[in-house]
């Protein structure tokens, strides 16, 4: 199994000691990279959660710093020590509560050699209890205590509580760290010599606004905060009050009355309090330098500013694009790393800030009202390389490999300097990808502004290598007069596309270059209407290719019409589905044509291309279709209401999934495996061809062995796997909720689905027999009814022929 699109930014990074690697927080692992290339050369595993904190045991001396240790936290409640130079774990201290922080001031207070005797190590984190009130779905989150060494938390020792979980922040040389709550900061001392019985010493400090980011300075007493508004405060000289009691001794300076204290606010422990002020949004981000002179902020907009800490004079790093997260220093001061909402990693030279390597996750998505009108995932996948087209905010389509799990190009689908937190004015609606990927569409709506706009455009693309690079080939505006596009769909081996639109229509696309879709188009090549159709006025809201390109299926609402693409020829109509069709697909080598409908009463029904007629179907809201193209199979993801009770034993939370991965053979109803998933809403399916298969085995090995099933759920984490492999029990479901089963009354699979609808008969089920005719005049009702529904020839000719024979009466004389 290949797991992959993780989110590299949930977390802040940290460096090795050499600073020639990257801990970078990845899902339920810590990906190691490399900071010369940028790539990744290992992986902590074991966590069964997401991990939300990596701390690496710093070098004690100069020659120390090939050690290569680690601890690591996850909300699977469990802090783990790791030597990731092999990568191998070494201990395990399980809490059995859910870790959302963790700062350990012992590894950083000072070098345990100095010591006479060997101290234990203390952490401090943020972990999720349940409320001892009566509400037992009521959660709490405490500040405690942990002694890593004895591998147990210090019973009493609760620092803090708050609402939801917040991070904590721990000063570079280990002697303060502080958490946030709202308007407030509190901030505790550690002492030289931690112990179990320990009380830390707190002061609080108070804001108007709620805080969303702290930092603190390496060497002196000041501690800077963010807030909502853009703010930055600086406070000096901090709980020289309250810490310098707690050492032993006070000094004349921590005695300045209150009167005196400039800006500080109520009788908080600080001389003074000062303000900065440029970013419009909330700040993100802050970080002193090394030696303290400079103080760096970013947030919404993209943009690092570099404060002087002195004299508040400000200079800016270039907008980077995307809102700013982390900001992380290495032990070389010649490089560090800055984390962007857009799940991208770039490693910076200081003091030029020059983006030296960039380390690209998967974009993460994002959503728009315009969007939910089109069924799509915003992702299109490239069944033969392994590629994902994504839509991405900045405007941008990217494309992700799967096997590889790092971006390899972006195509910016609509020029413009786009900033974080510019008013939407453009939203790409779908991204396709031809079945070989040398060609892609992209359909974008230009919002209205000031009752002027809602333009649509159509853009095609074609790329001239594998890496990805696409250029603009042809834009058509309005190609559906002033009507939405609803689906686009590729020819399998022909420059041809199609798409459909809500307002009624469909146009068949086809490149002038009239090269075959494998060969390389000429530079100048563009796209031309080749021809348009539509039926009855309605809405057209789907539409695909058969496997060899004759037969062109266009969704009308809730009929499905069969066109000949070449002569744009009606073929025939198979209806009629319960509501709106909104995705179909043609099932690989088999006769069968898969539809998903959306509405009150959602439907997956399989048609018979040879019958015109529904071979079976379901009750079932679909969100994704993927057929098998070397096969009769189809996987569909089915979302499930909260009632359907359906859980996995494998998840700490016990939460609910919401969804299903149901395999099908075409031609029977009954599901060939099921898997269970979450964040199904959003989600894509996909077959791909496996790469990494030993091609000289191939003929002894099962024809699904060859294709991978790829899941993408809403947050563009996937998962490809065989799904006739034993890996795919990874993914089975252990456990079904009692109540539904009850509920329904009924038991497996009818008791989640429902009972089958009954399909219509068949000419084998159920044999034609000429029909009585009660009537004198046959011929007006004889054919009545669909064309592929009537008797023979033969049985029709007699009573045809007998009808218009007249009839006389014998008369007897």
């Known amino acids: 199994m290949i797991r992959g699109g993780r989110n590299y930014v949930s977390s802040p990074p940290v460096f090795s000691n050499d600073s020639k690697r990257l801990l970078v927080c990845a899902g339920n692992s810590v990906a190691v990279f490399s900071t010369d290339t940028g790539l990744q050369v290992a992986s902590l595993d074991g966590h069964a959660a997401l991990v939300t904190a990596v701390i690496v045991v710093p070098a004690t001396s100069p020659g120390s710093k090939i050690l290569c240790f680690c601890w690591t936290a996850s909300l699977d409640g469990t802090i783990r020590y790791w030597d990731f130079a092999v990568p191998e774990l070494i201990r395990t201290v399980d809490i059995k509560l859910p870790v959302h922080s963790m700062v350990i001031p012992s590894l950083f207070n000072k070098p345990v050699q100095t010591r006479e005797k060997a101290v234990k190590v203390f952490a401090y984190i943020s972990v999720e209890v349940k409320d001892a009130s009566e509400d037992k779905s009521k959660v709490l989150f405490q500040v405690r205590k942990c002694n890593l060494t004895d591998a147990h938390l210090v019973g009493g020792a609760v620092l803090a509580e708050t609402k939801k979980p917040e991070i904590i922040t721990m000063s570079s040389c280990g002697e303060l760290f502080g958490v946030r709550r709202k308007r407030k900061l509190d901030i505790w001392k550690v002492p030289s010599t931690d112990s179990g019985r320990t009380v830390l010493k707190k002061i609080t400090l108070h804001h108007t606004k709620a805080i969303t980011v702290m930092a603190f300075h390496p060497t002196q007493r000041i501690l800077a905060a963010g807030d909502v508004t853009g703010r930055i405060m600086i406070w000096r000289g901090f709980g020289n009050k309250m810490f310098a009691m707690a050492d032993g001794h006070v000094n004349g300076s921590s005695m300045i009355m209150e009167e005196e204290n400039p800006g500080v606010r109520d009788s908080d422990d600080a001389e003074s309090c000062t303000t900065l002020h440029w970013h419009p949004a909330q700040v993100n981000l802050l970080s002193f330098s090394s030696d303290g002179a400079y103080l760096l902020s970013g947030g919404k907009e993209g943009v690092l500013v570099v404060w002087q800490v002195d004299t508040g004079k400000k200079k800016f790093l270039p907008r980077i694009g995307s809102p700013l997260l982390h900001f992380t220093d290495s032990p070389d001061p010649s490089i560090s790393s800055i984390s962007c909402a857009d799940n991208q990693i770039h490693l910076v030279q200081r003091p030029s800030m020059e983006i030296m390597k960039s380390i690209s996750g998967i974009k993460l998505p994002y959503s728009h009202p315009e969007i939910s009108k089109v069924m799509s995932s915003g992702a299109s996948f490239d069944q033969n390389a392994g590629l994902v087209a994504l839509r991405t905010e900045s405007y941008a389509v990217q494309l992700y490999s799967l096997f590889d799990d790092r971006g390899i190009s972006e195509v910016q689908v609509y020029e413009r300097n786009h900033q974080p937190g510019d008013e939407v004015t453009i939203v790409v609606t ?54 939405g596009i609803s689906a686009i769909a590729f020819h399998p081996n022909r420059r041809m596309a199609v798409s459909s639109s809500f307002g009624g229509d469909f146009k068949i696309w086809i490149s002038n270059s009239g090269v075959p879709m494998k060969e390389e188009s000429p530079a ?24 060899d390109g004759s037969v062109l299926a266009v969704a009308a609402e809730t009929v499905i019409t069969l066109w000949d693409p070449d002569k744009n020829l009606l073929l025939a109509v198979i209806g009629e589905a319960i509501t709106p069709i909104v995705t179909l697909s043609f099932v690989g ?31 079932l809201h679909i969100e994704a279709i993927a057929s098998s193209p070397d096969s009769s199979s189809f996987a569909a993801l089915v979302l499930l209401s909260e009632s359907a009770g359906v859980y996995d034993s494998n998840d700490i939370s016990h939460k609910t999934v919401d969804g299903l991965i149901l395999l099908f053979n075409s031609a029977e109803p009954n599901p060939v495996a099921v898997w269970s998933v979450k964040k199904a809403r959003g989600g894509a399916l996909a077959f791909i061809r496996n790469q990494s298969s030993d091609q000289e085995n191939a003929a002894d090995q099962h024809q699904a062995a060859q294709t991978l099933l790829a899941y993408m759920n809403a947050d563009h984490e996937y998962a490809l796997f065989d799904p006739y492999g034993k890996e795919a029990d990874e993914l089975s479901i252990t456990r079904w909720g009692q109540n539904s089963l009850d509920e329904a009354g009924n038991f497996g699979y009818a008791s989640l689905y429902g009972e089958l609808l009954p399909p219509i008969p068949s000419r084998k089920q159920t044999p034609w027999t000429v029909p009585s005719f009660p009537s004198e005049r046959p011929w007006e009702t004889i054919f009545s009814g669909p064309s592929h529904n009537l008797p023979p020839l033969t049985l029709l ?8 024979l007249e009839k006389r009466t014998t008369v007897v004389q």
């Open 430 to 483: 779908s991204v396709v990808l031809s079945p070989d990927g040398s060609l892609l569409c992209t359909s974008e709506v230009r919002l209205p502004e000031e009752g002027l706009g809602n333009l649509v455009c159509l853009k095609f693309w074609s790329s001239k290598s594998k890496a990805g690079d696409f250029s603009l080939s042809t834009i058509v505006y309005e190609p559906h007069r002033d009507a």
């Open 524 to 547: 100048n090549s563009g796209w031309i209407c080749h021809a348009a159709g539509s039926y009855k006025k309605k809405p057209m809201t789907a539409a695909a290719f058969s496997p």
């Open 589 to 619: 080598n088999s006769d069968h044509l898969v539809s998903a409908s959306w509405g009150l009463k959602p439907q997956l029904a399989v048609w018979s291309l040879l019958n015109l007629s529904t071979c079976w179907s379901y009750r």
């Open 797 to 804: 000719c007699g009573p045809f022929l007998e009808a218009l």
